[in-house]
């Protein structure tokens, strides 16, 4: 079946088979930022933004993305940088695999939580696994990047 | 030696901005296209024999390239355990095999154009099993009447005890004095009995591999691994090939933690390549990761220990049991990292007994993980020796000043367990437990909470608190070499056969050799964990790259310095003695001549008589410098409902020099977590067949961000005379103390002894429910 979705600011349109994940099409079509971590959506590695929200593309059948605007890191690498120089400062950027997943949540919660607070950063980031750092790291970096106290 | 120039700055990742840009730089972004998938048929039953296979159907379906079976592959045996040659871990296991010893053990390679054709392929093919009874519980293993090897199918390099008619994969024993009587001699004795788990790796980044024949008709690998040089070894004596026709190339890898130690998929695309000649590529769903691949040894620890009535800790007995899984990978030298790199911390015991057994079932097997026995002997003689600490009304913190090894001093056992030790004593040259104790206690504010304080009606908060060693690196195993050239322009590169795990050592060996040399850290490229271009290293494991690989590389950066020296007197017209290099420049010591170091290098390619620099050093030693480490934890208790909340965690390291804080702290804090997720989380559960039902991240549950709350971390001033700079090793330590630091913390909030991991709120109110009735 056809799709057609904007992916980084460029309309795209795929022939996909009616039960994949967005996640196979966009490593299939070169978006290589976009990493899998599970196959059951627990972990948030596979994370990519669908209309600005925060989507795991393990689980999120592609024939939704139909007519929605997707990012992933490839479309957002100035952002990416920035987040990430708060990351790498702390020394919490380890093995990499989950930064994208992560980063592109952090963007998006940048956007959605109006008085962040540790507790709401917390909460928000709760699905995005991570067994290099221990999180307290990420959040101290996370903190300066949302002017977090 | 200290100079402050590079080591001891946080100087951020050489590959942080790639990682966090998400470009493609794992093993899965860079595979071709076109490489055939590959998945694997998998065994339904614990323990079978193989009747036939019958692939026919299979082979029809359009886009098969073909199917392996263990009919199709040379019989060699070999082991899967990332060690160096001659692995002390039993040959017992062929690419494929005609008995399947595990649900999820192999039995047939499938590689297809796609992964929906290669997934139809393995539905058609039809197998016929002969099904025996499994042994799916350690305990009964030894007397099992089913024998899950055979002695004409299995060998072992060296002598580990290995006895297959009883299911024992190894034996592993020692001592000294005699514990019997020293015991009879105890006021207060301890004895009981604990069990840990099999923990999972977790890593973000499942096992995968591609691999191709390049243009000079040799099989190259690129593969997620922690052990290039040893897998190249494995598959080259697996594919009965020269050492030669085989290359492995490490990329990017999305965490290791031990997992990626065991050559758990290059077999399958090895497989493959050699018998299609084509590029073929393999990447493991979580599923497999879990059940298919290595977990921690699950282990009975049974410990006695005595004490006089003042707190002299008089004997300490240990007994291992260690389920090793359908394999032996790993099974002899976990077991005995168990004991010797535990007893060593109470060295004034008169007497000291270890005997440990490794025993073989149907479960998933066993292999390297963080901490690799350490840790669970660590929670069981920690928990004893807290149990002891109350039975002699003392406060543990006590205990431990009176009984633990300080710096200048030795323990027996590290002559008995090093390989190539004499009678020399094995002197700490550094340790500073007793520094780790005081910082932590007041971090965690000791005095004051310990052991308990009431919150309201149902809630509880305790303290409690361990202390653990483990190893840099093997001594009189591990080595390591390095390779630094001088390029154009006074750039260097520096070649590494360490790996990387995302730990930072690129990036703290890079520190080193900038360090040696004087010279600025961006004036030295990084290239590692290539068996082609790099020099032999034995891999990321026990602890061992910062001090092994990073001696290695103060050695080629010093013998870089004399070279950089000689060439800049010889163009000055000087005697070396006469001229130092201050990091830039050579220059006379009496300061009227000079060549810049850029000058120089580009004289010496470009200008007769060339001569580029390149400086290759190795290092190996029987030196041991265990790092140490204090953990101290405080917990919040629900009477109610049995749940635990871990408030703060202070953990206070003796690492030796920390070369990097800041990505030393990231160690620590990530190695406290996975101690932590061990402790209260990642319980692990098997079915009545022997399936492992916890196989998934909903069942498996690994710490998430709202579990952990405050972790502090903090390095005592320490430095190891025979380290880089000073350093030893921190990142196994510091997952060692959470379990037992936080059990005790638990009974000291609310009186009830968990010996059983994880702690569970179910263990919990069920311990709570119990002791209210007594």
């Known amino acids: ?149 | 030696m200290k100079n402050n120039h590079s080591v001891g700055k946080f100087i951020p990742k050489v590959d942080g901005e790639q990682l966090v840009t998400g470009k493609p730089v794992y093993t899965d972004d860079i595979a071709p296209k076109e490489a055939l998938v590959i998945k694997i048929l998998r065994s339904p039953y614990a323990f079978a024999r193989i009747k036939s296979i019958n692939k026919d159907k299979a082979e029809k379906v359009p886009g098969v390239e073909c199917i392996l079976t263990h009919e199709d592959l040379p019989k060699i045996l070999f082991t899967r355990a990332g060690q160096s040659y001659p692995e002390p871990s039993t040959y017992d296991k062929y690419v494929l095999d005609e008995y399947v010893r595990y649900i999820g053990d192999e039995v047939a390679i499938v590689a297809a154009e796609s992964e929906e054709i290669a997934l139809k392929a393995m539905k058609l093919i039809k197998v016929e099993y002969e099904v025996y009874e499994p042994v799916l519980d350690m305990e009964q293993a030894e007397n099992h009447p089913s024998k899950i090897h055979f002695r004409d199918r299995c060998h072992s390099n060296i002598n580990i005890g290995f006895d297959p008619e009883k299911n024992i994969a190894a034996i592993y024993n020692f001592g000294i004095g005699d514990v019997e009587e020293a015991l009879n001699k105890c006021d207060v004795v301890v004895k009981e009995t604990y069990y840990t788990q099999a923990q999972a790796h977790a890593m973000m980044e499942t096992y995968r591999a591609f691999s191709y024949i390049d243009q000079y008709g040799k099989l190259v690998i690129v593969s997620s691994t922690q052990i290039p040089f040893h897998v190249r070894r494995m598959i080259a004596r697996a594919f009965d090939l020269p050492i030669n026709k085989v290359r492995i190339i490490k990329p990017r890898i999305g965490g290791g933690f031990g997992g990626k130690q065991t050559a758990q998929v290059e077999f399958f695309t090895a497989a493959v390549t050699l018998k299609t000649g084509k590029p073929s590529k393999i990447v493991y769903t979580r599923k497999e990761t879990f059940e298919s691949t290595t977990s921690r040894q699950a282990m009975r620890i049974d410990v006695t220990i005595g004490a006089d009535k003042e707190g002299k800790i008089k004997a300490i007995d240990m007994k291992a049991l260690e389920d090793t899984g359908a394999y032996g990978e790993h099974a002899y030298t976990v077991l005995g990292a168990v004991g010797y790199k535990t007893l060593p911390l109470y060295n004034k015991a008169e007497a000291a007994r270890f005997s440990g057994k490794a025993v073989y079932t149907n479960h998933t097997p066993g292999g390297a993980l963080r901490g690799y026995g350490v840790t669970q002997g660590t929670f069981a003689l920690e928990s004893a020796v807290n149990e002891l600490a109350h039975k002699l009304n003392m406060d543990p913190t006590e205990l431990r000043a009176k009984n633990m090894i300080r710096k200048g001093e030795t323990s027996p056992i590290f002559n008995l367990t090093t390989v190539g030790a004499g009678k020399e004593p094995i002197i700490m040259n550094s340790c500073e437990l007793e520094y780790c104790i005081k910082r932590g206690k007041e971090l965690i504010d000791w005095d004051n909470k310990y052991p308990r304080q009431y919150i309201s009606p149902s809630k509880v908060r305790g303290v409690g608190m361990a202390i653990a060693m483990q190893g840099s690196g093997i001594p009189g195993v591990d080595t390591a070499t390095a390779t630094i050239k001088l390029e154009d322009n006074g750039c260097f590169t520096l070649l590494l056969g360490a790996t990387d795990l995302g730990t930072g050592s690129d990036t703290i060996l890079r520190q080193i050799a900038a360090e040696a040399l004087g010279v600025d850290n961006d004036t030295i490229s990084v290239y590692s964990s290539d068996t082609d271009l790099t020099p032999f290293d034995v891999g990321a494991y026990a602890s061992g790259t910062t001090y092994f690989s990073g001696n290695a590389v103060k050695k080629a950066a010093l013998k870089m310095k004399e070279l950089i020296e000689e060439e800049g007197a010889r163009f000055l017209k000087l005697d070396k003695e006469d001229v130092v290099f201050d990091g830039k420049e050579i220059i006379s010591k009496s300061g009227d001549k000079k060549i810049s170091l850029a000058e120089l290098s580009n004289k010496l390619i470009y200008k007769n008589p060339t001569n580029q620099l390149t400086s290759t050093a190795s290092f190996g030693t029987s030196d041991v410098a265990p790092p140490f480490v204090s953990g101290f934890a405080e917990v919040e208790v629900d009477i109610e409902t049995g749940k635990i909340e871990l408030i703060n965690y202070v953990t206070v390291a003796d690492v030796g020099t920390v070369i990097n804080p800041n990505l030393a702290r990231i160690q620590a804090e990530g190695g406290v977590v996975q101690g932590i997720g061990m402790a209260l989380f990642e319980e692990v559960r098997v079915d009545g067949r022997g399936r492992l039902i916890t196989n998934n991240f909903m069942e498996y549950k690994i710490p998430s961000r709202l579990d952990i709350n405050n972790i502090i971390v903090d390095f005592a001033e320490s430095y190891e005379p025979t380290g880089p700079f000073g350093a030893k090793s921190i990142g196994e330590v510091v997952t060692n103390t959470p379990c037992p630091a936080i059990a005790d913390a638990i009974y000291n909030a609310v009186g009830i002894r968990v010996r059983n991991l994880p702690i569970t709120p179910e263990k919990v109110k069920m311990l709570l429910k119990n002791k209210s009735k007594c």
Do not use: W
């Open chain 1, 1 to 149: 079946m056809i799709i057609k979705t904007n992916i980084n600011g460029v309309n795209k349109t795929f022939d996909i088979e009616p039960h994949e994940y967005l996640l196979n099409v966009l490593r299939k079509n070169g978006y290589l930022s976009v990493k899998r971590g599970c196959d059951t959506g627990a972990c948030g590695v596979c994370t990519v933004l669908v209309d600005g929200e925060p989507t795991l593309s393990c689980s999120f059948l592609a024939a939704r993305a139909d007519g929605k605007n997707i990012l992933t890191i490839e479309g957002l690498q100035e952002q990416a940088k920035e987040v990430g120089s708060y990351l790498i400062a702390e020394g919490v950027d380890q093995c990499g695999y989950c930064s994208p997943g992560l980063i592109l949540t952090v963007i998006a919660m940048k956007t959605q939580l109006k008085n962040p607070t540790e507790e709401s950063i917390r909460h928000y980031l709760s699905g995005n696994l991570c067994r290099c750092t221990g999180y307290v790291g990420q959040l101290r970096a996370i903190k300066k990047y949302m002017g977090v106290e």
